[in-house]
């Protein structure tokens, strides 16, 4: 790339919390970012807003097309788009655990499939997903959730030995309990009186933690730092003491570690 040429950010569910906190990194670091949400958020600062729902092909083909007539390039994609259920699996309706893997897994990929062959003919880009250490730490009474961010890992994975012949680096983030507006936002199934008092129980811890978790900014920067590597690593985890969870669960018996899980957010 030559040096004189301007850098390019795309960024996903960047109208709030992790992913405006994320194009805004990208953009104090030099980029110009375009965010796609379908929302404008309430203030740019320079970062361009891109109408898009990451359910509609068409949105992203759309908005793949506005932003290369316009840079020519991306050299950054970070896919952040995304939103949480919670309850009990056995009450939650085909339509919502449906809708939320359309979102946080298919969204991610039809984004992808929107600006990767640009990347692929530059031969350059890194795209980076935004996971969640529940990818690898599943929650009880999150399991829909907890499924959708494995499968983000494990599709980043797959895509990053694909399309690393061409030159573009993949990798996901995975943050741990965060305060944004995500935990307002969570949608939460209906329960009965078999499920009522575990669900409650694991919600309030969930929430607890995530109302007392890292700011945006610090996961942001993280992202921002992986979208921007030469040589990025496949998976991060965002925060010490997460790292250190997810070591555990790597080295502790599965049995175990299933029921330490379960003790903290199962009831």
């Avoid at 040096?3 to 990194?25: P, W």
């Amino acid at each position: 790339m030559m040096s004189s040429e301007k850098k390019v950010a795309v960024v996903t569910g960047g109208s709030s919390g992790i992913g405006l906190a994320t194009a805004k990194k990208l953009l104090a670091d030099g980029y110009a970012v375009y965010e796609l949400s379908r929302r404008e958020p309430a203030e740019s600062g320079g970062i361009v807003h891109v109408t898009a729902d990451v359910t509609s092909d068409a949105d992203l083909a759309a908005a793949a097309e506005k932003i290369l007539a316009a840079e020519g390039h991306v050299d950054a994609l970070v896919c952040c788009a995304g939103f949480g259920i919670s309850g009990a699996s056995e009450l939650t309706p085909s339509s919502e655990s449906s809708r939320q893997l359309d979102v946080n897994v298919l969204g991610a990929a039809r984004t992808v499939c929107a600006f990767l062959p640009a990347m692929r003919e530059a031969g350059r880009g890194n795209i980076v997903f935004v996971s969640s250490v529940a990818g690898v730490i599943p929650i009880p009474f999150q399991s829909w959730y907890s499924a959708s961010k494995a499968a983000i890992n494990a599709y980043a994975l797959a895509l990053r030995s694909e399309v690393a012949p061409f030159g573009v680096k993949v990798s996901a983030v995975m943050p741990g309990d965060a305060s944004t507006g995500f935990t307002d936002a969570r949608k939460k199934m209906p329960v009965n009186e078999a499920y009522t008092a575990r669900v409650e129980k694991s919600v309030s811890v969930m929430e607890h933690d995530e109302r007392n978790g890292m700011s945006p900014a610090s996961v942001a920067a993280l992202v921002a730092k992986t979208a921007e590597r030469k040589n990025p690593a496949p998976l991060y985890t965002a925060g010490f003491q997460y790292k250190v969870f997810t070591l555990l669960i790597r080295l502790l018996p599965r049995r175990f570690a299933s029921f330490l899980v379960g003790k903290i957010y199962g009831g």
